[in-house]
């Protein structure tokens, strides 16, 4: 099985109605070059999901969810579950973003229930991980991320189900990145972690890296062995954007 990059945009918390026209450009640029090369994914904030699936639909597009709840219903104010994104037309979900990770204080524990629910409501669920900058700076970054793997993926993995995104902390939104040695190196590193759990299916996993990534970084970045794709942030925004880091592919 070959892997088939994934560019992936997660809008986090921003995009109104009116930025539905971002997606829409994004739906009209995927073309056929695109298309033979590569799987688009868009993650808007939820109230849009349903919207922005019915905006791509015949264009191929994926759209998802950015995170959601373990259960798949219940008194849980404010959440949502897996099979709710699923049933808006999600066909992914991020979990585990760091963003999550520090803003709600999610274990390792909560993010590998949150994509057992990604798994049990049918969505690939992309399982985000990173180190943060004083653990690259205090050489843990590959150990770092190695537990996040073992405490975050589910044992019921697959290369068709999961996907991974390598997300330093400290690139995020920075303008900062790794060198395109240290991605490669954390790349083998997870891949490595992956083939040891999983076999082929970890052999066959499909690893994202994000944090940064724009048209004009994405090539060193993301053309590389071990790396199957991006996890974009800011400028998976714009169109013009999302469509210059994917043009990497051909
Ligand atoms: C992200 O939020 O996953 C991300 C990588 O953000 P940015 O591209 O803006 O750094």
């Given at each position: 099985?070959?892997?088939?990059?994934l560019?992936?945009?997660?809008?986090?918390?921003?995009?109104?109605?009116?930025?539905?026209?971002?997606l829409?450009a994004?739906g009209?640029?995927?073309?056929a070059?695109?298309?033979?090369?590569s799987?688009f994914?868009?993650?808007?904030?939820?109230?849009?999901?349903?919207?922005?699936a019915k905006?791509v639909?015949?264009?191929?597009?994926?759209?998802?969810?950015?995170?959601?709840?373990?259960?798949?219903?219940?008194?849980?104010?404010?959440?949502?579950?897996?099979?709710?994104?699923?049933?808006?037309?999600?066909?992914?979900?991020i979990v585990?973003?760091?963003?999550?990770?520090?803003?709600?204080?999610e274990?390792?524990?909560?993010?590998?229930?949150?994509?057992e629910?990604?798994l049990?409501?049918?969505?690939?669920?992309?399982?985000?991980?990173g180190?943060?900058?004083?653990?690259?700076?205090?050489?843990k970054?590959?150990a770092?991320?190695?537990?996040?793997?073992?405490?975050?993926?589910?044992?019921a993995?697959?290369?068709a189900?999961?996907v991974?995104?390598?997300?330093?902390?400290?690139?995020?939104?920075t303008?900062l990145?790794?060198?395109?040695a240290?991605?490669?190196?954390?790349?083998?590193?997870?891949?490595?972690?992956l083939?040891?759990?999983?076999?082929?299916e970890?052999?066959n996993?499909?690893?994202?890296?994000?944090?940064?990534?724009?048209?004009?970084?994405?090539?060193?970045?993301i053309?590389q062995?071990d790396v199957?794709?991006a996890?974009?942030?800011?400028?998976?925004?714009?169109?013009?954007d999302?469509?210059g880091?994917?043009?990497?592919y051909?």
């Amino acid at each position: 099985m070959t892997r088939r990059p994934l560019v992936a945009g997660n809008w986090k918390m921003n995009g109104l109605k009116a930025g539905l026209s971002e997606l829409e450009a994004i739906g009209a640029g995927y073309s056929a070059a695109l298309k033979a090369k590569s799987d688009f994914l868009i993650c808007p904030p939820v109230t849009l999901v349903a919207e922005a699936a019915k905006a791509v639909t015949g264009k191929g597009v994926f759209i998802g969810g950015q995170d959601c709840h373990a259960k798949a219903s219940g008194p849980h104010t404010g959440d949502v579950s897996a099979e709710m994104l699923k049933d808006a037309g999600a066909a992914y979900v991020i979990v585990g973003h760091s963003e999550r990770r520090a803003d709600h204080g999610e274990s390792d524990a909560v993010v590998r229930a949150k994509a057992e629910a990604g798994l049990r409501a049918g969505l690939v669920t992309i399982v985000c991980v990173g180190e943060r900058r004083e653990q690259r700076e205090a050489g843990k970054a590959i150990a770092v991320v190695r537990e996040q793997l073992a405490g975050s993926i589910p044992d019921a993995a697959t290369a068709a189900t999961v996907v991974v995104a390598y997300e330093p902390v400290w690139a995020i939104g920075t303008g900062l990145t790794p060198t395109k040695a240290d991605v490669a190196d954390m790349h083998k590193a997870i891949r490595e972690t992956l083939g040891q759990r999983f076999g082929a299916e970890g052999q066959n996993t499909r690893i994202l890296y994000g944090g940064s990534v724009k048209p004009e970084n994405a090539r060193d970045l993301i053309i590389q062995p071990d790396v199957d794709g991006a996890l974009i942030g800011g400028a998976s925004l714009k169109a013009k954007d999302f469509l210059g880091i994917a043009s990497a592919y051909i």
